[in-house]
């Protein structure tokens, strides 16, 4: 079961849960279309921006294969460790830091639990259309929570 999330070029982000073995084997920043994820999404056309896994492991591109791998990392993604003796954040890390991570490989397998995704080209409906339950302004949404406690 993969969590999709799919951005939109506005900032708005939509979820979305399915058992689809459509996306196993394909890479990160591999170009899709909609209609392999959800028939409603035809015409759309997304990008895997990245992934992680069940343990919280991120997929990195240029690391081979579907399995963990340990890898040597500067400051930057999958790394946001300092440097011993900076406490304030205007501070700037030594030059030269590197550590030693576990990451997955950029191939999209079973372990893979969240896949994140960008759209590149939209279809006839707009993505609100197709995801209207997740369009509602939150102060709705907490009156209905609030409706359902009582």
Partial sequence: ???INISDKEGKTYKLELESEELVGKELHSKINGKEIL???DGYELEITGASDKSGFTAMKGVQ???LKK????VGKAMH???KGVKKKN??????????KTVRGQIISQEIIQIN??????GSRKLSEIFPEQNKP?????KTKQKAIE
Wanted: hydrophobic share 35%; no cysteine.
């Fill in 65 to 67: 294969g579907i399995g």
């Fill in 39 to 41: 028939p409603t999404l």
């Fill in 1 to 3: 079961m993969f969590k």
């Fill in 71 to 74: 890898v040597l990392l500067n």
């Fill in 117 to 122: 995704m960008k759209v590149l080209k939209e």
């Fill in 81 to 83: 460790k300092k440097s």
């Fill in 138 to 142: 939150k102060e709705k949404i907490e």
């Fill in 91 to 100: 501070q700037r890390t030594k030059k030269g830091l590197r550590l030693r």
